[in-house]
């Protein structure tokens, strides 16, 4: 409710904009395809090494952005030219595949390559004796003590054995599990490729304010640091491949497979195997510092209200030689952030300021959750409750598969929280524009709605429009390059997004808050 009051300029108001503004027009034309292009081309550059957060690339994007800001002479959110008030510092910890090995018969194997590993961190190395239980069913191990042993069975599918190796747990206390699949072999490989992408998207975390362990100087490299993180399993649980499975039955899975088969479901199949397992696995986590890039242009009257207008600057950095250069995700949002804050800065500078502020707000760890806009909504330069509306840009000047050309956009969120956004949209396109908005995308539910910065700022209340092009084959790939940018679609985009910038940001219309306290 707190941000109710900054929905007035939105909601029960007409669209003040019935005839053409001959100077958004002006500011409008100043935006240029030849500067949108030199952003992205720089932005997705090999020395860019594709902007991975907390890595060296994107440092060096943050500089860039900086550096564009400092030169069209928009100041820091504190209102101050010192370089380090441009930039959000915030850390968070990159949770790595767990590092370690099993040992059988003197032969080591390693995690993520012999053997898919997911639960506790042991404590030191552990060495059990091994046991085969079949497919895991009650009957292949009751009235046997599996307590201290490492518990070996089949899977048909891999993935779904994890509840097997819970039932086991839960009825013997056994906490360790091998599990391979001896009918469809190729599943293991496809696995470990699965987990590699995820791992390298998705785990990142903040740390933990409440942990008293995650403010203690050496807790990173405490193993037990690794258990604060997430809520993950007692046991230990090996998705292991068809190599390590032979090693210890001294036959293949698809044979021992065949022999289960064979004999039928009332046979018991428990067997001790004369082999120790060795096992140790450690934590895999380091803390990642990285940092948002922000300016301001301060309103001339209205200063207790804020436009924040945002794009995402990171990507996904390097998988081996292969440079992922993101740019249409996202350098083309971020050179269409920069060139509007190029020409409402010029605007300023020649007396034609906005009335309201207007942050302009670079994220990083977008790709890694949202985790640089998260941080952002919950340690804001500008107070939420001045903050009345978000538009975010991410992924334009490309097409997709549902459009024949490039002269579209998605717009979501127009049509959630302040409904009138949709109206000032449509009006400000049939005056200016004439693109094809796209609305497909336009309702609280949607994956791309909640999948972008715009989601940190709904959660908050506060309303948001989402500009974005669509999905097209190049989507999270090294061949998303800055040469496949339709940069004329990019320039009519970030004009039409200038008219609904300069429209939110000068409009007249206010409510008291005795109105909206009555509606």
């Not at 503004?21 to 997705?44: E, Q, V, W």
């Not at 207007?358 to 941080?375: D, R, T, V």
């Not at 200016?432 to 791309?448: G, K, Q, R, T």
Request: with cysteine; charged share 25%; hydrophobic share 35%.
């Amino acid at each position: 409710m707190r941000n109710i009051l900054f929905l007035l300029l939105f909601v029960n108001l007409p669209f003040s904009g019935s005839t053409q503004d001959s100077l958004a027009i002006h500011y409008a034309d100043l935006i240029r395809s030849k500067i949108l292009k030199t952003h992205i081309k720089n932005l997705a550059s090999n020395s860019m090494q594709g902007r991975h957060t907390g890595d060296p690339g994107q440092k060096k994007a943050a500089v860039y952005l900086y550096q564009e800001f400092k030169k069209h002479q928009l100041c820091a959110p504190s209102q101050s030219f010192d370089s380090l008030h441009y930039f959000q510092p915030f850390s968070m910890l990159a949770q790595r595949e767990p590092e370690g090995s099993i040992q059988v018969d003197s032969k080591t194997f390693r995690n993520m390559d012999d053997f898919l590993y997911e639960g506790r961190i042991s404590d030191g190395n552990d060495s059990l004796p091994i046991v085969f239980v079949g497919w895991g069913r009650q009957l292949d191990f009751e009235n046997e003590n599996l307590k201290d042993k490492a518990i070996l069975f089949l899977a048909d599918n891999q993935r779904a054995a994890i509840a097997t190796a819970d039932n086991i747990h839960k009825k013997t206390g056994a906490k360790v599990f091998l599990y391979a699949n001896g009918k469809t072999l190729n599943q293991y490989s496809k696995m470990i490729q699965w987990q590699k992408r995820i791992y390298d998207l998705n785990k990142y975390y903040f740390p933990k304010k409440n942990d008293k362990e995650s403010r203690k100087k050496d807790s990173l490299n405490n193993p037990k640091f690794f258990e604060l993180l997430k809520n993950i399993p007692q046991t230990m649980n090996f998705a292991i491949s068809p190599e390590i499975f032979q090693q210890i039955m001294g036959e293949s899975a698809k044979k021992i497979r065949s022999k289960l088969v064979k004999s039928g479901a009332k046979e018991q199949s428990f067997q001790p195997i004369d082999k120790q397992l060795s096992l140790h696995i450690r934590a895999n986590v380091k803390k990642v510092n990285s940092e948002n890039v922000l300016a301001l242009i301060p309103g001339k009257e209205l200063t207790e209200e804020t436009i924040v207008v945002s794009a995402h600057y990171d990507h996904l950095g390097k998988k081996g030689k292969s440079i992922f250069y993101g740019a249409n995700d996202n350098a083309s949002g971020t050179a269409a952030l920069l060139e509007l804050a190029r020409v409402f800065q010029q605007a300023t500078k020649e007396g034609n300021g906005p009335r309201r502020n207007i942050l302009f707000l670079a994220f990083s760890g977008e790709e890694k959750g949202m985790l640089g806009s998260k941080y952002y909504v919950n340690h804001p330069t500008v107070p939420l409750q001045q903050t009345i509306v978000n538009l975010n840009i991410d992924m334009i000047g490309r097409k997709d598969d549902h459009h024949k050309n490039s002269d579209y956009i998605y717009l979501a969120g127009t049509n959630h929280l302040a409904p009138k956004l949709k109206t000032i949209s449509d009006s400000l396109n049939q005056l200016y524009s004439n693109l094809e908005l796209d609305y497909e995308y336009d309702y609280p539910n949607n994956m791309f709605y909640q999948a972008s910065d715009q989601a940190s700022f709904v959660k908050k209340g506060i309303p948001a429009i989402f500009y974005f092009n669509g999905l097209n084959d190049d989507y999270h790939s090294p061949s998303d390059t800055w040469d496949k940018i339709d940069f004329q679609s990019t320039t009519k985009v970030t004009r039409f997004i200038f008219h609904s910038l300069w429209e939110l940001a000068n409009r007249t219309e206010r409510i008291s808050k005795t109105e909206i306290a009555a509606k």
